[in-house]
């Protein structure tokens, strides 16, 4: 297989898995089984595509060669099963959709998108019957197309947890006949969190890579902010749905100023402010308006959302609020605590009160445990360590972070300033 054709098939099933398996799991009511048959779609294609070439529409022609062998499925249980008629009427609904021709075959499968089935898919996968952990990571891998590896460093957990974790999903959702729909109004509150958390995780891992040669992966935070549109229609009195969709609007206003012309990744207070999207802004702190008006108070989405409007209200990098911005961090420190909370209000207290308050902050997580792996950890600390001049301690832990860091870009960005650091030392 050629590397053009590994690139292109990477990249159709990163953006376009997530509507394939919702696509043939509306047709089978059956997740697991659907996701099989996209992945079988896939290898179909590493198969056949260095012989026959990349189709024009290679989306097109994966979601094509999923439905047929949904079909066949379908066709498969109307010979086991003995409700014969209901199947048979199941089949020949599917099959109207479904032309002998190719092409025509192909428009109906990416046009049809009644109810939005990659949202319905969300929802079965953060069914209540499965634990939190096992609801979130089955959804990253079917909505995102991330990887078990990938999932595993968006938890701070071993890769085998995550195996475990997604077998084990799929295994209960097919016991327990989940239907494949979006809950109903009494049911939807409740199962919110969680579809509110796997939004929350795709779109990190679109805006910072977790792994691979890409800054970022713009096709999934698109995908996350999408269905967190959608989630805020469904639910207008929910303060966090608004709260986590004004946090992905305001950050993804960023994104032109976040890589430079090389790839290389620019940092939040280097960035060209002029290159913001004031139009997603906007958009952003309305929702973190409407947040607020429903009266509950905002939660740990809401703050974070206001946590970015403050960058965003900033003209220069220098007009930042970073005395709100602490504040903000030491809410959000008693609403979720957790280690990268803290790591992050640490930022926070260097830049209002100086780097040694906040190293002292990021000294007391240096033996926390889901932190040991954690390249953000040594990052942070060699900024505010050359911050205090303590270039050669700096140094090390630029080097630190470098060899745990996991993306290319950000392990380049990592060693050039070990570099600078080094550099530093030594006048």
């Excluded at 969300?122 to 197309?145: I, K, Q």
């Excluded at 030491?330 to 906040?358: C, H, I, K, T």
Aim: glycine letters at 6%; charged letters at 25%.
């Amino acid at each position: 297989m050629t590397a053009a054709v590994a690139r292109v098939v990477e990249a159709v099933w990163r953006i376009e898995s997530a509507r394939i398996i919702a696509a043939v799991a509306r047709m089978l009511r059956d997740v697991g089984t659907a996701e099989e048959l996209a992945q079988d779609a896939l290898v179909s294609a590493l198969e056949r595509w260095p012989e026959t070439g990349i189709p024009d529409n290679p989306a097109a022609w994966l979601m094509t060669v999923a439905r047929h062998r949904a079909l066949d499925v379908l066709r498969q249980r109307q010979l086991h099963q003995t409700k014969q008629n209901q199947i048979s009427y199941e089949i020949e609904g599917v099959l109207q959709d479904a032309a002998p021709d190719l092409e025509a075959d192909v428009a109906r499968a990416l046009e049809d998108d009644i109810g939005d089935d990659v949202l319905r898919l969300v929802f079965v996968a953060c069914h209540p019957v499965l634990p939190m952990d096992g609801r979130v990571a089955l959804t990253l891998r079917m909505l995102g197309g991330l990887g078990t590896g990938e999932i595993a460093r968006a938890f701070l957990v071993p890769e085998a947890t995550v195996a475990q974790r997604i077998v084990r999903a799929k295994r209960t959702l097919a016991e327990a006949r989940v239907p494949f729909e979006v809950p109903r109004a009494h049911e939807l509150v409740a199962r919110l969190a969680a579809v509110l958390q796997v939004l929350y995780l795709i779109y990190n891992e679109g805006y910072t890579a977790s792994a691979g040669a890409d800054w970022m992966r713009p096709a999934l935070c698109d995908e996350a902010l999408r269905l967190g549109r959608i989630l805020a229609e469904l639910v207008p009195r929910e303060a966090e749905v608004h709260g986590l969709v004004a946090l992905m609007e305001i950050q993804s206003s960023r994104a032109r100023a976040r890589v430079g012309p090389d790839g290389a990744p620019v940092l939040l207070l280097e960035q060209d402010r002029a290159r913001w999207d004031q139009l997603l802004i906007r958009r952003g702190l309305a929702a973190l308006e409407r947040a607020g008006a429903t009266g509950q108070g905002l939660g740990p989405y809401g703050v974070q959302a206001a946590i970015a409007a403050c960058h965003a209200r900033a003209r220069t990098a220098a007009d930042t609020d970073w005395g709100r911005i602490a504040a903000l961090y030491d809410a959000l420190s008693q609403l979720a605590p957790s280690p990268v909370v803290e790591l992050n209000r640490a930022v926070a207290l260097s830049m209002a009160f100086g780097p040694a308050l906040g190293l002292e902050v990021v000294d007391g997580l240096l033996d926390e445990p889901a932190l040991r792996h954690y390249h953000l950890l040594p990052s942070v600390r060699g900024d505010l360590l050359g911050k205090l001049g303590r270039h050669a301690e700096a140094r090390e832990e630029f080097e630190r972070a470098a060899a745990l860091a996991q993306n290319t870009r950000e392990r380049d960005l990592l060693l050039a300033r070990a570099a600078a650091a080094g550099a530093a030392s030594l006048r």
